[in-house]
């Protein structure tokens, strides 16, 4: 039995993501972020909202990294104080 193969490489998780991005005039990175922040907890979105930051794609994507939504929800809270992303601390233990 033979496995057909896409032609252009894309493998099937991807189409449908390549072809947003197309049809957006995004990049597929773009569409991913967007997919990433869009997937955030409510606990978190309020929470970027109430602080200001449910604009700010840095600290969206930054609070995705943390695992839990208390621990995104202190990520931004630490944001907020010092009103930058740069240099904010992981409550993630180094790998």
Known sequence: MQVAHSRRG????????????????LT??????????ASLPNETNAAAVERGLD??????????KERTP???VALLE?????????ATPTT????
């Open 78 to 86: 630490g944001i907020a104080q010092r009103g930058r992303v740069a």
């Open 55 to 64: 604009d700010n794609q840095s600290a969206l994507m930054a609070a995705a």
């Open 10 to 25: 894309a493998q099937p998780h991807d189409t449908g993501m390549s072809a947003a991005a197309r049809d957006l005039g």
């Open 28 to 37: 597929r990175e773009e569409v991913r972020r967007a997919q990433t922040i």
């Open 70 to 72: 208390a621990s995104q």
């Open 92 to 95: 993630r233990p180094p790998t």
